[in-house]
């Protein structure tokens, strides 16, 4: 599968969406799923928490393991998907269009600092080596 | 450099996920590790077990040395072809592997040991053949592969895949062997569903496999293997059961045999020890995912989780715990995981039966 290249990535395979409301959507990778397996478990922040960049935040749980997700920006939680609790597998589906949780970041322009979709590719491959 | 079975160049060729397990290379999974597990639910699937080794015990005495090597009582088996599932204990009634013999006749009996324990086994038996029963020939059977056809439909899709084995294969109770040919045809298996491992020769193997994939067996990884043998309430050595912990202790006492007047390794020490551990299953209220050694939290004390999973079939999370003697069924406890402490009730095993959820 290509990697979107309307969206930013994080070194610990979290993808980030930039919304026309200013705010940010966060999910895994395509990669990161693939890694991980058939997803059987998600555990999303709670509306309101402000995390950090970085921050260990959520967990994926997939019949193989358990893995944390970390916050690509830092930012305050405004929405989590709760359909993730009942279909937790729609991640193995389209890791894309199953996010995780919105955040109203501290700063848009934190984004930048967040590899495009070539760097990511890049940086997929380094790991595979 | 990883060890390679037989069909190693198959699970290239189908873009399995491979794995480093115990030193072989081996599939975890061939796309997705929840189909696998249903398709043995529901229908039929295969996996390549040529991981673990057969070994031969050939010449007079072979049944003597068994009635002391191993705390199950041989002599349950006396029909050709019977399969006995057992623990090989150390002097100290510890598990130096858990294994299956099967009975062909006097000078002949066969083994299949865990392929992680295969050469501690193999220096285990030759030290205890030398002291035991020197005549003794003990054939490890790197030679042979192994393959596990398991599921409802799994005897029709052999019989189509390989119509030779019907005949003698067709009539086969559970836990029991017939040899065809140059196969070894057991209805034995880890996933608590009918089924049969085959053991052939490594050569006829890719030809064997590529016949049940035509014949619609599917082929599944060692993760659903293990989700599998998991619902089916079976132990995993070095998980579950190891060299600090006594059958009795690993939920195995039925494989034990302390009535009859027979001294076996271990013996001993399991007449000695206090009982102050058990195992159980548990089945996990709140949501999240059991896993191996997050803590237990029991009115009787702590114990530790051995094998944690989520069961495809019960839609749930199970799991094998080590608790302190005195926690019952039915009784709620907690597990910790990730600082928080989650509920779960003592449930009695197998989870999973024949396609069908007990729990």
């Given at each position: 599968?290509?990697?979107?290249?309307?969206l930013?990535?994080?070194?610990?395979?979290?993808?980030a969406?930039?919304?026309s409301?200013?705010s940010?959507?966060?999910?895994i990778?395509?990669?990161?799923?693939?890694l991980?397996?058939?997803?059987?478990?998600?555990?999303?922040?709670?509306?309101?928490r402000?995390?950090?960049?970085?921050?260990?935040?959520?967990?994926?749980e997939?019949?193989?393991?358990?893995?944390?997700?970390?916050?690509?920006?830092?930012?305050?939680?405004?929405?989590?998907?709760a359909?993730?609790?009942?279909s937790?597998?729609?991640?193995?589906?389209?890791?894309?269009?199953?996010?995780?949780?919105r955040?109203?970041?501290?700063?848009?322009?934190d984004?930048?600092?967040?590899m495009?979709?070539?760097?990511?590719?890049?940086?997929?491959d380094?790991?595979?080596? | 450099?990883l060890?390679?079975?037989?069909?190693?160049q198959?699970?290239?060729?189908?873009?399995?996920?491979l794995?480093?397990?115990?030193?072989?290379?081996m599939?975890?999974?061939?796309?997705?590790?929840?189909?696998?597990?249903?398709?043995?639910?529901?229908?039929?699937?295969?996996?390549?077990?040529?991981?673990?080794?057969?070994?031969?015990?050939?010449?007079?005495?072979?049944?003597?040395?068994l009635?002391?090597?191993?705390?199950?009582?041989?002599?349950?088996?006396?029909?050709?072809?019977?399969?006995l599932?057992?623990c090989?204990?150390h002097?100290?009634g510890?598990?130096?592997?858990?294994?299956?013999v099967?009975?062909?006749n006097?000078?002949?009996?066969?083994?299949?040991?865990?392929?992680?324990?295969?050469?501690?086994?193999?220096?285990?038996?030759?030290?205890q053949?030398?002291?035991?029963?020197?005549?003794?020939?003990?054939?490890?059977?790197?030679?042979?592969?192994?393959?596990?056809?398991q599921?409802?439909k799994?005897?029709?899709?052999?019989w189509?895949?390989?119509?030779?084995?019907?005949?003698?294969?067709?009539?086969?109770?559970?836990?029991?062997?017939?040899?065809?040919?140059?196969?070894?045809?057991?209805r034995t298996?880890?996933?608590?569903?009918?089924?049969?491992?085959?053991?052939?020769?490594?050569?006829?193997?890719?030809?064997?496999w590529?016949?049940?994939?035509?014949?619609?067996?599917?082929?599944?990884?060692?993760?659903?293997?293990?989700?599998?043998?998991l619902e089916?309430?079976?132990?995993?050595?070095?998980?579950?059961?190891?060299?600090?912990?006594?059958?009795?202790?690993s939920?195995?006492?039925?494989?034990v045999?302390?009535?009859?007047?027979?001294?076996?390794?271990?013996?001993?020490?399991?007449?000695?020890?206090?009982?102050?551990?058990?195992?159980?299953?548990?089945?996990?209220?709140?949501r999240?995912?059991?896993?191996?050694?997050?803590?237990?939290?029991?009115a009787?004390?702590?114990?530790?989780?051995?094998?944690?999973?989520?069961?495809?079939?019960?839609?749930?999370?199970?799991?094998?715990?080590?608790?302190?003697?005195?926690?019952?069924?039915?009784?709620?406890?907690?597990?910790?995981i990730?600082?928080?402490?989650?509920?779960?009730?003592?449930?009695?095993y197998?989870?999973?039966?024949?396609?069908?959820a007990?729990?």
């Open positions: 599968m290509s990697i979107p290249a309307n930013k990535y994080a070194k610990s395979h979290e993808w969406r930039l919304e409301d200013g940010v959507t966060v999910g990778t395509h990669h990161a799923q693939d991980l397996g058939d997803m059987v478990f998600v555990e999303n922040p709670t509306v309101g402000k995390l950090a960049a970085g921050e260990e935040c959520a967990v994926v997939s019949v193989k393991a358990a893995s944390d997700v970390y916050s690509p920006i830092a930012g305050e939680v405004i929405a989590a998907n359909d993730l609790e009942s937790p597998e729609s991640i193995n589906q389209d890791a894309y269009a199953a996010w995780m949780f955040l109203k970041p501290d700063n848009a322009a984004l930048d600092s967040l495009d979709a070539g760097a990511y590719q890049a940086f997929v380094s790991e595979a080596h | 450099m060890k390679q079975t037989p069909l190693n198959r699970h290239h060729e189908a873009n399995a996920k794995v480093d397990f115990s030193g072989w290379e599939p975890i999974h061939y796309g997705s590790q929840i189909e696998e597990h249903h398709v043995v639910r529901a229908d039929a699937g295969m996996f390549d077990v040529s991981h673990m080794l057969p070994v031969d015990l050939k010449g007079e005495g072979a049944r003597g040395f009635r002391t090597l191993v705390a199950n009582n041989v002599d349950k088996l006396q029909s050709t072809g019977k399969a599932y057992t090989m204990l002097e100290g510890g598990v130096v592997d858990d294994l299956i099967y009975f062909l006097e000078s002949w009996f066969r083994l299949v040991v865990n392929a992680g324990c295969a050469d501690k086994d193999m220096a285990w038996l030759e030290t053949r030398d002291r035991l029963a020197p005549g003794l020939q003990i054939i490890p059977r790197r030679d042979l592969a192994m393959i596990a056809v599921g409802p799994a005897a029709d899709k052999l189509q895949a390989m119509p030779g084995t019907r005949e003698l294969a067709a009539p086969l109770k559970p836990f029991n062997a017939v040899v065809v040919g140059d196969m070894f045809v057991a298996g880890y996933t608590g569903e009918d089924g049969f491992e085959i053991m052939l020769p490594a050569k006829a193997a890719p030809f064997f590529q016949a049940l994939v035509e014949a619609g067996v599917k082929p599944c990884g060692l993760g659903a293997r293990d989700t599998l043998r089916a309430g079976m132990n995993l050595y070095g998980q579950d059961m190891d060299e600090r912990s006594t059958p009795l202790e939920g195995l006492a039925w494989t045999d302390l009535k009859s007047e027979r001294d076996f390794i271990g013996k001993d020490a399991l007449l000695r020890l206090p009982l102050d551990k058990q195992l159980v299953g548990l089945k996990l209220l709140d999240g995912v059991l896993r191996n050694h997050q803590p237990v939290f029991t009787a004390g702590v114990g530790e989780i051995t094998s944690g999973t989520f069961s495809p079939t019960i839609h749930a999370s199970i799991a094998l715990a080590r608790v302190p003697a005195g926690v019952n069924l039915g009784d709620t406890v907690e597990v910790e990730r600082d928080k402490r989650l509920k779960a009730v003592v449930v009695k197998p989870f999973v039966r024949n396609g069908k007990l729990v």
